[in-house]
């Protein structure tokens, strides 16, 4: 599996995505699942993947190779809106998916796919979508500011709690982390290293971006602190009745 996300605020777009592509006894495989594609001035795009890494893989070699011959009506550079854009990024998952449907279906593997595309064009607001395996796609909204694929339903629960429009760039990252890290802790099909993109709104250039080890500095002090204040919640939760009062430093 995988777990990426996306949190669309006021101020600009977080994104982030895990890279663990395979994880068994003896044989885990890592990929990124992060895709960036920045033309300064006129238009930045990010693509998260989950879901079949074949389909993923051929979808982006099929948006490079577009991109290198400019050709269709419609690529990632020549979409005159991202819903385009989106649009089209499912059309390719859908091709892919059905030209090896049959061989899907004879192994009994799934070739789904599901991905998010965000970002801006010059002179358009930011944008975020999900596309879904069929290809079809939904917007972010004021009312749900981030979009999940892949193994999401761990990650959730600190996303509908902390995150709102009006949430900094810099705490929607930090909630991102602790989304995928809550999720790493869950589930063995996700998994180091993390990468972490950050879009700040009508900048119209390459994103803020860093990736994350087991051994970073920075993850580890993430995970120690969110781990501390967790537990230091837990402490203060009120007592039953017939408890003693804690006595507290």
Known sequence: MSYCLAIKVNDGIVFASDSR???????????????????????????????????????VNMINKDL????????????SHIYEAAHYVGTLSQKEQMQHREAFLASGVSGEASFILGGQIAGKNPELYMIYPQGNYIS???????????????????????????TTLEDASRCALISIDSTIRSNISVGLPLELAIYISDSIKEPKYIKLYEN????????????????RAFRYLPRFEWEKPNSYD
């Open 21 to 59: 592509s395979n994880a068994g006894v003896d044989y885990i495989t890592t990929y990124s699942k992060m895709f960036r594609f920045t033309w300064p001035g006129e238009r930045v795009l990010t693509l998260l993947c989950a879901g079949s890494l074949a389909t993923t893989q051929a979808v």
């Open 216 to 231: 970073s500095v920075f993850y580890k002090e993430i995970q120690k602190k969110w781990g501390e204040g967790l537990k």
């Open 140 to 166: 972010a909204s004021p009312q749900t500011p981030f979009l999940q694929i892949g193994e999401n339903k761990y990650g959730k629960p600190i996303l509908d709690r902390l995150i709102s429009l009006e």
């Open 68 to 79: 290198e011959e400019n050709t269709g009506p419609i690529n990632l550079k020549n979409a």
